[in-house]
């Protein structure tokens, strides 16, 4: 097989939603690219993983490229690992062309020497749920302890419309034609609906000109306790003791919720993760939050140092899933509540704070050496 780099351009029959999910703006969807050549190395992080290769253009010059694959987690969670990426061995790509970067492209179908090809959203493992489980501790109260992950969301085409991305569990019924998109539950990835006081429209507006570049996803940073519990398949850790309960979210965020306090403390230090007090309501585990630093709930959703967020957790233990339903007010910045919900499963890989390095709004041909 040839190390030249052949460019081939065709329009595709559907436009998956998966651009549209994460915003790439500079990515072409209505391209297709085929590259090859030699795999350098790969960037196993989130939000986004990149592989690394140098190709050979037509010109007989060398390209360095840098093409986007899946989080690191998720990829994790369907079994590949960074020791698939083997330095050295012939890599073909196919998938869509940077719009102005000719060194970056997004990753559909990839084959790294004589392995079988790999597909952008292809499950190499799949976990079995756990079947001993505990469904309470010897106290009484519900086990929400262990690992937790909302169901995968992979890519489906059905059979009219749009494609885009709907619960692993549900993708042969989209593709089938016998499930809607429109039907689907709700992932808890987006902005919740919300009534803007005058403050809260003025500090939306603001956000709106962040460039995604400066946004808290692109600095690695969780964007709220609300937003993060689900978006983009994480898994998160949650451990309890008789006068804890901690979420783990990683990225720097650990959330303490302190069950044997009945009220917060004055003087509470701000934090993007804020002080939760928690209490059993029967099988549900109420968490009360207050003490935030002002930012986004989700999107540009702005709330100010006044948010003050109720969770309520409930452990379903036929199905095993961990259904969260929540409001937040925010006297300066809503009208209304905010309010959603979201659920959880045992997760399919363990726990891990996964390294985090936004490379997505990097111009690679600028990075490398001119050839």
């Given at each position: 097989?040839?190390?030249?780099?052949?460019?081939?351009?065709?329009?595709?029959?559907?436009?998956?939603?998966?651009?549209?999910?994460?915003?790439?703006?500079?990515?072409?969807?209505?391209?297709?690219?085929?590259?090859?050549?030699?795999?350098?190395?790969?960037?196993?992080?989130?939000?986004?993983?990149?592989?690394?290769?140098?190709?050979?253009?037509?010109?007989?010059?060398?390209?360095?490229?840098?093409?986007?694959?899946?989080?690191?987690?998720?990829?994790?969670?369907?079994?590949?690992?960074?020791?698939?990426?083997?330095?050295?061995?012939?890599?073909?790509?196919?998938?869509?062309?940077?719009?102005?970067?000719?060194?970056?492209?997004?990753?559909?179908?990839?084959?790294?020497?004589?392995?079988?090809?790999?597909?952008?959203?292809?499950?190499?493992?799949?976990?079995?749920?756990?079947?001993?489980?505990?469904?309470?501790?010897?106290?009484?109260?519900?086990?929400?302890?262990?690992?937790?992950?909302?169901?995968?969301?992979?890519?489906?085409?059905?059979?009219?419309?749009?494609?885009?991305?709907?619960?692993?569990?549900?993708?042969?019924?989209?593709?089938?034609?016998?499930?809607?998109?429109a039907d689907l539950?709700?992932?808890?990835?987006?902005?919740?609906?919300?009534?803007?006081?005058?403050?809260?429209?003025?500090?939306?507006?603001?956000?709106?000109?962040?460039?995604?570049?400066?946004?808290?996803?692109?600095?690695?940073?969780?964007?709220?306790?609300?937003?993060?519990?689900?978006?983009?398949?994480?898994?998160?850790?949650?451990?309890?003791?008789?006068?804890?309960?901690?979420?783990?979210?990683?990225?720097?965020?650990?959330?303490?919720?302190?069950?044997?306090?009945?009220?917060?403390?004055?003087?509470?230090?701000?934090?993007?993760?804020?002080?939760?007090?928690?209490?059993?309501?029967?099988?549900?585990?109420?968490?009360?939050?207050?003490?935030?630093?002002?930012?986004?709930?989700?999107?540009?959703?702005?709330?100010?140092?006044?948010?003050?967020?109720?969770?309520?957790?409930?452990?379903?233990?036929?199905?095993?899933?961990?259904?969260?339903?929540?409001?937040?007010?925010?006297?300066?910045?809503?009208?209304d509540k905010y309010a959603g919900s979201?659920?959880?499963?045992?997760?399919?890989?363990?726990?891990?704070?996964?390294?985090?390095?936004?490379?997505?709004?990097?111009?690679?041909?600028?990075?490398?050496?001119?050839?």
């Amino acid at each position: 097989m040839s190390t030249r780099l052949v460019i081939m351009f065709a329009a595709l029959a559907a436009t998956s939603t998966a651009f549209a999910h994460h915003g790439f703006g500079n990515i072409d969807p209505t391209k297709t690219v085929t590259l090859e050549g030699t795999l350098t190395g790969v960037d196993f992080v989130n939000p986004h993983a990149y592989l690394y290769f140098d190709a050979v253009r037509a010109d007989g010059k060398q390209l360095k490229m840098r093409c986007e694959m899946r989080a690191a987690t998720v990829l994790r969670r369907s079994g590949w690992s960074p020791e698939m990426f083997v330095a050295g061995k012939h890599v073909t790509v196919n998938g869509h062309p940077h719009r102005e970067d000719a060194s970056t492209c997004y990753v559909e179908e990839l084959t790294i020497g004589d392995a079988p090809k790999l597909v952008r959203y292809q499950q190499l493992t799949s976990a079995p749920a756990p079947s001993n489980r505990p469904a309470r501790r010897p106290s009484g109260e519900p086990n929400i302890s262990g690992d937790w992950a909302q169901e995968q969301y992979l890519i489906a085409r059905p059979p009219t419309g749009r494609g885009g991305l709907v619960p692993k569990s549900m993708v042969a019924a989209v593709e089938a034609g016998t499930v809607q998109v429109a039907d689907l539950p709700n992932n808890g990835w987006g902005a919740r609906p919300v009534t803007f006081t005058p403050a809260g429209q003025a500090a939306a507006d603001a956000m709106k000109k962040v460039k995604p570049e400066d946004s808290t996803r692109a600095r690695c940073e969780i964007t709220s306790i609300l937003f993060d519990w689900v978006f983009d398949g994480p898994v998160n850790r949650i451990n309890q003791t008789a006068d804890t309960i901690t979420l783990d979210y990683g990225r720097g965020l650990k959330r303490v919720v302190y069950m044997k306090t009945a009220t917060h403390p004055t003087g509470l230090a701000p934090s993007r993760g804020g002080h939760s007090i928690g209490r059993w309501d029967g099988d549900t585990l109420v968490v009360d939050t207050v003490g935030f630093t002002a930012g986004s709930i989700a999107g540009t959703i702005p709330h100010s140092d006044k948010l003050h967020v109720v969770e309520r957790f409930t452990f379903d233990p036929k199905t095993l899933a961990l259904k969260r339903d929540y409001e937040a007010e925010d006297p300066v910045n809503f009208t209304d509540k905010y309010a959603g919900s979201d659920t959880v499963l045992p997760a399919d890989a363990p726990y891990a704070d996964d390294k985090c390095q936004e490379l997505t709004y990097r111009n690679y041909s600028q990075d490398v050496p001119k050839k």
